[in-house]
T-cell receptor
Framework: NAGVTQTPKFRVLKTGQSMTLLCAQD?????MYWYRQDPGMGLRLIHY???????AKGEVPDGYNVSRLKKQNFLLGLESAAPSQTSVYFC??????????FGSGTRLTVV | GEDVEQSLFLSVREGDSSVINCTYT??????LYWYKQEPGAGLQLLTY?????DMKQDQRLTVLLNKKDKHLSLRIADTQTGDSAIYFC?????????????FGGGTRVLVKP
């Protein structure tokens, strides 16, 4: 009963470093999403994917890249981390309709 | 684009009812949701309502939807200290690309004993 798994759960980066967050789902969902959560601002959509090999920009895409090479995985990359990217990142998946499954989050601090 | 608004904070006494309000702008919203987030935790789906409904009840939770005014509310009956959390309103539309969820900023609910 894994659902959506995010790795890592915590990470501290120095400004300018790069990293990749991994999201994996085992429900064969077509749609996958990356959100960031900042205090008082709810969750804002960074990028999303409507199927294997496709990606699209969300509300706050700058500074991030994504890839969906396999249907079950959605990767979020930070090429050159900035302190403004300190946040909690959530991945989610959906198969149309109302059922969204969220991962447990990745807490990222950029110093 | 779509916008979802919520008040920031609500304080309530244990045993009273809580009402959390939300407004949205997307007239093509298909589903509207309430999520709960406890400190340091992920998102827990509490309930959702289809846009052609005006009310949904699930144990202590009652959701009211006024589609004309684009207003959604969540009533928690007999509020307990374990209900202290941040509550997020969200909406999705099957007409929108990617069936994206759009969230409000969250309402922090504090339950006082």
């Amino acid at each position: 009963n894994a659902g959506v798994t995010q790795t890592p759960k915590f990470r501290v980066l120095k400004t300018g470093q790069s990293m990749t967050l991994l999201c994996a789902q085992d429900m064969n969902h077509e749609y996958m999403y990356w959100y960031r959560q900042d205090p008082g601002m709810g969750l804002r959509l960074i990028h999303y994917s409507v199927g294997e090999g496709t990606t699209a920009k969300g509300e706050v895409p700058d500074g991030y890249n994504v890839s969906r090479l396999k249907k079950q995985n959605f990767l979020l990359g930070l090429e050159s981390a900035a302190p403004s990217q300190t946040s909690v990142y959530f991945c989610a998946s959906n198969q149309a309709g109302a059922g969204y499954t969220f991962g447990s989050g990745t807490r990222l601090t950029v110093v | 684009g779509e916008d979802v608004e919520q008040s920031l904070f609500l304080s309530v006494r244990e045993g009273d009812s809580s009402v959390i309000n939300c407004t949205y702008t997307d007239s093509s919203s298909t589903y509207l949701y309430w999520y709960k987030q406890e400190p340091g935790a992920g998102l827990q789906l509490l309930t959702y309502i289809f846009s052609n409904m005006d009310m949904k009840q699930d144990q202590r939770l009652t959701v009211l939807l006024n589609k004309k005014d684009k207003h959604l509310s969540l009533r928690i009956a007999d509020t307990q200290t374990g209900d202290s959390a941040i509550y997020f309103c969200a909406e999705s539309s099957i007409k929108a690309a990617g069936n994206k969820l759009t969230f409000g900023g969250g309402t922090r609910v504090l339950v006082k004993p």
